[in-house]
């Protein structure tokens, strides 16, 4: 049984305001902490009005304050958006409040739109130096050396574990050469998750944080008492990227029973591109695309987006995957 973890998008809804996202969020991890599991990320988006998560350290900090054991970490930190010494004294400010249970999840994406890059004044090549940032980052985590002038106070010293977070085959390659675990976003980017794979484990190289590749892939599992019912609450997520492909990125929709009275065929075709390893279904139909995900990919870790609109339904189906995990080897 592989360990099992979650990717909460703090979403905001047309119900419920950032200040209840968040506290969803941290409840969420109260729960998923009981169940077992492993870790739970937030990721950084900006300007966009259903996500809750942009000050990503700071949700962390909230998420972990509420738990006693289970990892919290960013799915991921932007890198380029920000100044690696930055973030190294925000982690590291976290390592030192929650010890031993903090991951920094490493992305190059933006996150956000192009005139958003712009407020955030990042520049259009930043996205270049991203492998020279991860080596300023991981340095600034690392012990202090003889010489050194620039310190990251809190941080250094920490050695907060890093990961490289990819949905094309860069990040593989650049976690394989830095020797680090890599997270694959399936979860809205399949296509090239198994040629990603294979070239993180067959160019892996040992380094001091890891000596043999771990990959954990990003999947999105709706859970519920019947295939039915799974199916209208995956409807909120196909609303969501929907509206992602036509550019709106508005709050997060309660379920519908009609998804063809939403979108349009090519609207369909696109947002079903990006859905396309889902696992939607109840107990049984959850644990058999679990087993088959990952005979498929070797996964070592699931990562897990359970985007429903209600809170309720949302633990509810974080319950029943965990369930269903159990009784893989029951």
Known sequence: ???????????????????????????LA???????????????????????SAATSVVLAHIAGGTEKIRVGAGGIMLPNHSPLVIAE??????HLFPGRVDLGLGRAPGTDQRT???????PAASEAFPQDVLELQALLAPPQPGQFLHAVPGEGT????????????????????????????????????????IYRSRFR?????????AMVGVNIIAADSDAEARRLATTQQMSFVDLVRG??????????????????????QAMQ?????????????RAGIADLVAETGADELIIVSDLYHHEDRLRSYELIAQAQAETIT
Request: proline content about 7%; aromatic content about 8%; charged content about 15%.
């Open 159 to 198: 050695e907060v574990p890093l990961w490289i977070l990819g949905s094309s085959t860069f990040g593989a390659r650049l976690a394989a050469e830095l020797g680090l675990p890599y997270a694959f976003a399936s979860h809205f980017a399949p296509q090239a998750l198994l040629p990603a794979l294979e």
């Open 248 to 269: 709106t990125r508005l709050y997060s929709k309660p379920p519908i029973d009609d998804i063809e009275s939403y979108w349009s065929p090519m609207e369909k075709a």
């Open 90 to 95: 925000q982690f590291g400010t976290l390592a």
């Open 30 to 52: 109260r729960h998923a902490e009981g169940w077992g599991y492993q870790r739970i990320w937030a990721a950084e988006h900006h300007n966009i009005a259903g996500i809750a």
């Open 274 to 286: 990006m859905l396309a390893r889902s696992i939607i279904g109840s107990p049984s139909t959850v």
């Open 206 to 214: 040992p380094s001091k944080q890891l000596q043999q590749p771990y």
């Open 1 to 27: 049984m592989i360990p099992l973890s979650i990717l909460d998008l703090v979403r905001i809804t047309q119900e419920t305001n950032a200040g209840g996202a968040l506290n969803n969020a941290r409840d």
């Open 117 to 123: 890059l712009q407020a955030l004044r990042r520049s």
